[in-house]
């Protein structure tokens, strides 16, 4: 592999690794020198290396890089020799040597306490998610911007307030103790989940992105599920639901990257491996007497993984849903739900649920009462894809929704 190749595998995979070790050494009030000598270590990567060649080990020669520079820089800069350098030296070893370690284990328990600094309340949900994919994903601002569809100078705001307001708060970079993960580990599971989320329902047309944000997310998961004070049955369901949803990904879009409705998919093209990790941690979840929304969530995605259509699967999600709602009403969990009504208790029960709901801005809503309202009234069921396909803001829904109409509008010209 070149140098031009491995390095951007390496900025994705190891940066993250490097900057979170020197945060937790130098404290969040100094977190964008750590980011200086990180960035700094692979623009000497990319000079040397497009000179000499690949070194024998290049993730060796990166942290032996970044070690010395961190070292010089600890040196040679007067704030933090007569400030910080001492703080630092009485928390590692006797012999004085200031030590960046950059051993597997620290470096797991520096994301560790990275993830609790980050995932704050000090800090808004958005902004948990902006950082995330900085300081934890080594996302570029750019990268974050095109995730997001937003104004890349509203995104450099959004990250440096976040970091301001850590700052003003004292907050330190340390392993939570059990008491702040069982307080704060909810924080970090809807953290990942919104960066899973932002992924998987993205209407960016950028799929290697998204398919980038549910990898980040699920990989942060799975370091929680590694480190025995975090592996919770939560944190396995979270896991659980996300290998299901992403088992699906390659089913959702056709090649020209328009979305296939569930029943349109082809179930071939679905992770079975994905699948059976998605089961193994959601028996994983089943310990303990806590029912969370990512239980429910999980045990509804599950049933999805099952294509065939039976009153079994349909009657369990129908309950699932209904204990979501229960636990966390969200008007979307109600819409979704009139879905599963349909399959069991017929379309016009699910019509009069749905109805109820009046969610007149979404079209999400009108799009489902056209489903349901097929083969019950057909000139409704084609005004209300009309106006899903009104509200509909991205390229994706509008080309579902003007599918939907042209073949009801052939059921209608031929109704025999």
């Not at 980040?216 to 896991?239: C, D, H, K, S």
Request: net charge negative; hydrophobic share 40%; with cysteine.
């Amino acid at each position: 592999m070149q140098p031009k190749e491995l390095l951007p595998h390496l900025f994705r995979t190891e940066y993250r690794k490097i900057v979170a070790v020197l945060c937790r050494l130098f404290g969040i009030e100094h977190v964008e020198i750590a980011e200086d000598i990180v960035s700094d270590t692979f623009l000497s990567a990319t000079e040397n290396w497009s000179l000499k060649g690949l070194p024998d080990n290049p993730t060796a020669w990166l942290y032996t890089v970044a070690k010395n520079k961190t070292k010089n820089y600890l040196k040679r800069d007067t704030i933090f020799k007569q400030k910080l350098s001492p703080e630092i030296k009485y928390t590692t070893d006797s012999t004085g040597e200031i030590e960046i370690d950059l051993s597997t284990k620290n470096i797991a328990d520096s994301q560790l306490a990275m993830m609790f600094t980050v995932c704050n309340p000090a800090i808004s949900d958005e902004s948990q998610v902006a950082l995330t994919l900085n300081l934890l994903c080594g996302f570029g601002i750019q990268e974050i911007t095109d995730a997001f569809l937003a104004n890349k100078e509203v995104i450099y705001k959004r990250i440096n307030r976040a970091k301001e307001k850590l700052k003003e708060a004292g907050i330190q970079i340390k392993q939570p103790t059990l008491n702040e993960i069982g307080s704060r580990l909810e924080i970090v599971l809807t953290t990942i989940y919104l960066l899973f989320s932002e992924g998987y329902y993205s209407i960016s047309q950028n799929i290697t992105l998204r398919h980038d944000l549910c990898a980040e997310a699920m990989r942060l998961n799975y370091q929680l599920i590694e480190n025995p004070a975090t592996n919770t049955p939560a944190v396995n369901a979270l896991f659980a639901l996300m290998c299901f949803h992403a088992s699906r990904f390659e089913a959702r879009t056709n090649d020209n990257r328009t979305m296939i409705l569930y029943e349109d998919q082809d179930e071939s093209l679905w992770d079975r491996d994905l699948i059976n990790k998605g089961i193994y941690h959601l028996n994983q979840a089943s310990t303990g007497t806590v029912i969370t929304k990512y239980h429910l969530e999980a045990g509804i995605a599950y049933w999805h993984t099952i294509k065939e259509d039976t009153p079994e699967k349909w009657e369990n999600i129908l309950q699932l849903y209904n204990n979501l709602l229960i636990l966390e009403y969200s008007p979307i969990a109600a819409l979704n739900r009139t879905f599963a009504l349909a399959k069991t208790n017929g379309k016009p029960a699910a019509i009069a649920e749905a109805e109820k709901l009046n969610l007149n801005s979404n079209h999400f809503y009108y799009s489902l009462l056209g489903n349901l309202y097929i083969d019950v009234d057909n000139q409704k069921a084609l005004r209300h894809y009309q106006t899903a396909m009104e509200l509909a803001t991205s390229a994706n829904d509008k080309a579902t929704m003007q599918k939907n109409i042209e073949q009801l509008r052939k059921t209608l010209n031929n109704p025999g």
